[in-house]
């Protein structure tokens, strides 16, 4: 379930950053290794030497920061969604939101020129994309639904969706593209998912 899915981002955090501490005493650089080993690459040939990172790129994150505001979301907006939909319908959401992201972020830096110069490197962490997935899932299902914000008051559900939307579109060109598409693909599976189920086809089952 929400709480398990969260617990278990935190897990991988804890222990991808005790390797680096002990690594650092050991005055060894592994850490920085083991976290691209878990990394998505958009390189088609790195990627078939790693295709679990299609996988295990939604559970690791880079700061402190970073994995606080994607399980903040995660938390916020799963709430809503299993109370729409129900419990066993969360992880699917998630796995298949992430991978949705991930699978696009790797179209868009095979096909666009504009990554030529940074393919080969190129990789991709973080929760963003599966969170992203649940976000847009909650905001399509109950779109009017309100959540209190700090300066903001309550806002509808389905406005802070569309800000998120937006600025990852506008950010796209201003670094980290390859999270940013990711986010946006995630995004987008999530939409998707809400409107086959309305429509009677649960992907979470297929």
Known sequence: DLIKLILVNIAVFLVINLVQLVLFFAQKQGAFELTHWLSLYASFPKLAHQPWGIL??????????????????????????????????????????????????????NIFPVFNTVLGSATCIGASAAVMAVVLAAATIAPNMELMLFLFGSVKIKWIALVYVVLDIINIQNGNAGGHIAHLGGA???????????????????
């Open 56 to 109: 295990t790129y939604m559970f690791v994150h880079e700061s402190f920061w970073h994995i606080l505001w994607n399980m903040l979301g995660l938390y916020w907006f799963g709430q809503i969604l299993q109370d729409m939909i129900g419990k066993p319908k969360l992880l699917p959401l998630y796995l298949f939101g992430g991978i949705f992201g991930g699978l696009l972020y790797i179209l868009f830096y």
């Open 188 to 206: 987008l599976f999530g939409f998707i998912f809400i409107k086959q189920l309305q429509n009677g086809n649960d992907l979470s089952k297929s």
